[in-house]
């Protein structure tokens, strides 16, 4: 639902409260959810399933995706981050569990890095330096980009459901991993990110402030996930020494939307960990 940030009043879009199960605590810690590229905050709907009981939850639609497709550019790493924080403001959320996919994980660890009261924890799936796009992301947007131009945003998003390999795992196993229902989330994507004229704000090099967080951080990633992901997480992991790693069986791309109960299992005895500690 929309809100009005209590700021400037300005309406600001794609930004959800979960309604809380009735055991949970109306004073409950806060998780935000941050969906990627070309998906929406549908893509953790088996995570709300299972942690609104015990946690208080926002979904952040990010700006041209979801309910926040109309908001306008540039859509960079930077105006992502700072839409979250506008968000959590707004919501008078002093500080939460961060909980990303792939470019909202990556928006995570900025938040950690520029706004660190903001973020509680880091829940990390498949994130990469906040900035620096590994090869195989930067090769397939480029390609997304062009076949817009040249084909249209139909044939695009196709091109992209198909060569993409954060989506191999769902494509091999169409009804295990509801390729049908994820793919229709795609084909919804406006493909704004992608063909913005202004490039959003250089991030600079981040990874002296990586080496900065103190909170705790989980990172997982599916064992049939790219490459490049598992150098990024390595990458990450260099930096921020006490993050936990976890690999999740049998999954690719996207677990927590492929292999549910086996991420909600993780990120619970994680969250269960740090508060007794």
């Known amino acids: 639902m929309p809100f009005r940030a209590g700021d400037n009043g300005e309406e600001m879009k794609g930004v ?3 309604p809380a199960a009735a055991t949970a605590s109306p004073t409950a810690e806060w998780i935000v959810m941050v969906h990627g590229m070309s998906q929406d905050s549908r893509v953790f709907d088996r995570q709300i399933q299972a942690f609104q009981s015990r946690y208080r939850i926002l979904l952040v639609d990010l700006p041209g995706h979801g ?3 109309e908001m306008s550019g540039p859509f960079g790493h930077v105006e992502f981050a700072d839409h979250v924080a506008k968000a959590m403001r707004a919501y008078e959320i002093p500080s939460a569990i961060i909980w ?4 909202g994980a990556t928006i995570g660890l900025l938040l950690a890095v520029r706004s660190p009261r903001l973020v509680g924890s880091l829940v990390l799936e498949g994130p990469v330096v906040p900035g620096r796009n590994p090869p195989v992301v930067v090769e397939l947007i480029e390609a997304a980009r062009d076949r817009i131009r040249h084909q249209g945003r139909e044939e695009a998003l196709q091109s992209w459901w198909a060569d993409s390999c954060w989506f191999d795992s769902m494509r091999q196993n169409p009804e295990a991993f509801r390729a049908d229902a994820h793919r229709a989330i795609i084909e919804e994507f406006s493909c704004a990110p992608w063909l913005a ?8 090099d981040i990874r002296p402030g990586l080496s900065r967080i103190t909170q705790p ?3 997982y990633n599916g064992a049939g996930d790219h490459p490049d992901f598992f150098a990024a997480r390595d990458e990450i992991t260099s930096r921020v020494h006490h993050a936990e790693v976890a690999v ?4 690719g791309g996207f677990p927590a939307w492929e292999m549910p109960d086996a991420v909600n299992t ?3 005895a994680f969250l269960d960990a740090r508060s007794k500690g």
């Open 100 to 103: 990303g996919t792939h470019t």
């Open 217 to 219: 951080v989980l990172i």
């Open 16 to 18: 959800e409260l979960v």
């Open 197 to 204: 004229g202004t490039a959003g704000a250089t991030v600079g």
């Open 248 to 251: 999740i069986d049998g999954a």
């Open 67 to 69: 309910a926040a497709t």
């Open 266 to 268: 993780r990120v619970h």
